[in-house]
């Protein structure tokens, strides 16, 4: 048995084991603390005469009073803990006050040293995201590497690829699907933190240094809810969303959360559809002093007409006019058919007050099989030569965490003390197959005969297996106004990969690495931090897909190192932070006169970043910010691109968004957003300059109280690109570009009941 399988095997063990014994522990614990007391005798009162009053005449007869009902405490979470203490919202409502910070547990944005934002429940519903890209629309420092209607999910952070599984669910990290989250309805909080994360997530599956995304699940709050929303989208797409909650018991300690979702329709590019359900479950239990909880979702995701990206072929020169977003040139036989779920189970026990013991579990299985055609650009009159492709595969990935958080004084100094062991476990399958070429065009796209081809089960061609120890002390004094936060985390990776014709393994490595963490926070005011971090991230090395001459190649391990100072100042009810970082990292590229996949030198980038949310005043609310960056290869091939910008990131990015209550009619709220991307590379060489672009998007809302149960109803309309501009977008791969979305009505309605 390998290194890598064993380590993790006995992290599985030691998580499942510690927590049972904890939660066994704790209950007997209780019981010994009892002391036996000395007996009491009671006698009986002596009786006497009942007094007879007679009643008055015509004197109503008085109804026994009822017992006054007892008000369920509420019972809380220390400060250990993570379980039922979601940060509380900051003023306006868009943002959370604090996030969590992977193994350190929540944390206040203020007492951060790095750069986070908290996207909450009511600004998913407001802007009426139907995916996480919607909601990402609010970070100057994220951009989409992917289309809407595409089947997978990536996104750039700080200018590197985060895809969709380097995602957590509440703090797990490895059990997110590796393909598109097509829905928010199950959740309440998506926590952005930019810059690696080794110490503080470990490894994640498939990479993602430039950030961390976590998504929070729904909880059952003290207030039952339910609510039903129904959806349209253009061109003709409606959708439902039902969301119940309650809690239980006599301390309110059993809470029950359901979230269902479906939508059906035409979407707003031509020819294509998309139906989609989903479902999600969330448990939970609060105790005096152990909590547990559990969620278990479901998603069915079909697309006709799916989106890819366009290749700008070896021989252009140059970066064609993008084409009418609305009119798609993609091949009306495409499609995308796709199908996840996933468990996961937590729970803490606090054994004592300032000691809290805590394991997760989670596990995700998907399965998609999708047609598409790459589309390769073969000259600036927009004429490309496409090749039908049917790929089916499958992902099965399984996750787990354990370890306790300790808040100690020893003296005037202040630790909080944090242990983490995980591991994870990965399994892919691919089989994909080629059809007939043809050819059409950009601007005038011509049909395609169906693909004739077929694919059985696909087989095994990759698996990855992760464990790692971290641990960290935060030590503050002066009341918290000074802190220092050293970690490190000793990371064991072994990945392999497999032909997909004989099941031969084709590659692999089993190494490790440590990974060490710096941080400091300096209060100066009670209202201002300045920080600055030093934090590293590690992602296993590339499976060279079956697309490449190279297929089944594993390239090597990816170290990045970060370094970033900034500074935070809240203003009441509006925040503003800056941020400068500099972060390296190795580049992966493809070569198009080999077709092969490599990873050749690596990207410098600087930047400056500078966000702000809140309320300017009562009524007035911001949200966003700019961030400039300095993308730069380093260290290539016979420095032949050295000091070259590097290919699909952008010089600047500017989201800004704002809420305005119209003060002369109540209810009513007007909304508007600015996002600007400047022109970026699409290539190493850079020769082919992709022009800068920028969306405008406005709505409306409006909520009144229905006559029919006295609770609010909340109208919501809302257009994104405004005045229907046409524009590329960057990707994760060199001279890869897809096109941004046309002009998109959205109109939603929310019943509370």
């Not at 009942?50 to 007869?61: D, F, K, L, S, Y």
């Amino acid at each position: 048995m390998t290194r890598g399988t064993t380590l993790h095997k006995k992290t599985l063990l030691a998580a499942a084991s510690a927590l049972a014994l904890t939660i066994d522990g704790g209950d007997a614990a209780v019981a010994q603390t009892s002391h036996e007391l000395p007996a009491v005798q009671v006698h009986a009162p002596t009786p006497r005469a009942a007094r007879r009053v007679a009643p008055r005449q015509n004197a109503a007869t008085a109804p026994r009073a009822a017992p006054r009902p007892v008000e369920p405490r509420a019972r809380t979470t220390p400060p250990t803990g993570m379980i039922g203490s979601l940060p509380p919202s900051y003023a306006g409502g868009q943002v959370a006050s604090g996030s969590q910070v992977g193994m350190l547990g929540n944390r206040n944005v203020m007492d951060t040293p790095f750069n986070q934002t908290s996207y909450t429940a009511q600004t998913i519903q407001d802007q009426q995201a139907r995916k996480l890209d919607d909601v990402l629309a609010n970070e100057p420092s994220i951009r989409s590497y992917a289309p809407r209607a595409y089947g997978f999910d990536f996104v750039s952070i700080r200018g590197f690829n985060v895809p969709s599984s380097a995602y957590g669910i509440n703090g797990l990290y490895g059990i997110a699907s590796g393909f598109s989250f097509s829905s928010l309805a199950a959740i309440e909080r998506v926590e952005v933190l930019k810059g690696p994360g080794a110490l503080l997530n470990g490894m994640p599956p498939d990479g993602g240094v430039g950030g961390s995304i976590n998504l929070v699940t729904k909880r059952a709050g003290d207030d039952p809810i339910a609510q039903l929303t129904n959806t349209y989208a253009s061109r003709s797409q409606f959708g439902t969303h039902f969301d119940v909650g309650r809690r239980f018991g006599e301390a309110n300690e059993f809470g029950v959360r359901f979230n269902g979702s479906y939508r059906n329709g035409d979407t707003e590019l031509a020819n294509q559809s998309q139906e989609l359900g989903t479902a999600a479950l969330g448990l939970d239990y609060r105790g005096e002093r152990v909590r547990l909880s559990a969620d278990v979702g479901y998603e069915k995701n079909n697309i006709d007409a799916m989106t890819r990206y366009v290749v700008l072929g070896p021989a252009l020169t140059g970066v064609p006019v993008p084409p009418d977003a609305r009119a798609s040139f993609m091949p009306s036989w495409g499609y995308w058919n796709g199908e996840g779920k996933f468990g996961l189970v937590q729970g803490e026990v606090d054994i004592t007050e300032n000691l809290t013991a805590y394991a997760q579990a989670g596990v995700v299985q998907g399965e998609t099989r999708y047609l598409y055609s790459d589309i390769r650009l073969t000259n600036l009159n927009g004429n490309f030569d496409g090749s039908p492709r049917l790929n089916s595969q499958t992902r099965d990935q399984a996750a787990v965490q354990a370890g306790f958080r300790a808040s100690v004084d020893t003296g005037p100094i202040h630790h909080a003390i944090n242990f983490n062991a995980t591991g994870s476990e990965g399994e892919v399958g691919i089989i994909n197959t080629t059809g007939t070429a043809f050819t059409s065009n950009l601007y005038s796209p011509r049909p395609s005969p169906t693909p004739l081809i077929s694919v059985g089960a696909p087989p095994k061609i990759s698996d990855t297996h992760l464990s790692s120890f971290g641990i960290a002390d935060t030590m503050s004094v002066a009341n918290g106004r000074v802190q220092f936060t050293a970690g490190v985390r000793q990371q064991y990776v072994e990945s392999r990969a497999f032909s997909a014709t004989t099941g031969l393994q084709t590659g692999g490595y089993d190494t490790s690495a440590t990974t060490p963490a710096y941080a400091v926070v300096i209060k100066p005011l009670e209202n201002v931090s300045i920080y600055a971090n030093y934090i590293e991230g590690l992602e296993a090395g590339t499976v060279v897909g079956a697309q490449y001459a190279n297929a089944g190649q594993v390239l090597p391990p990816y170290r990045t190192r970060q370094y970033e100072v900034g500074a935070k100042v809240d203003w009441g009810r509006i925040t503003t932070t800056v941020s400068a970082f500099d972060i390296n990292r190795p580049l992966q590229l493809v070569d198009f006169v080999t077709n092969t996949l490599t990873q050749s030198g690596e990207s410098r980038n600087r930047g400056v970043e500078l966000n702000v949310f809140g309320e300017v005043t009562p009524g007035v609310r911001l949200l966003g910010g700019v961030m400039f960056i300095d993308a730069r290869q380093d260290k290539t091939e016979r420095g032949q691109f050295d000091g070259y910008r590097t290919f699909s990131v952008p010089d600047t990015q500017l989201n800004l968004g704002g809420e305005w209550d119209v003060p002369f009619l109540r209810g009513l709220t007007l909304t508007g957003r600015a996002i600007y991307t400047g022109s970026f590379f699409a290539d190493q060489a850079n020769t082919l300059l992709v022009s800068d672009w920028t969306r405008y998007d406005a709505g409306a809302r409006y909520t009144f109280t229905a006559p029919w149960n006295n609770k609010p109803v909340v109208v919501r309309f809302q257009v994104e690109n405004l005045f229907d501009k046409n524009y590329w977008q960057g990707a994760n791969t060199n001279r890869y570009v897809y096109l941004g979305a046309p002009r998109t009505y959205l109109v939603s309605t929310t019943f509370n009941f």
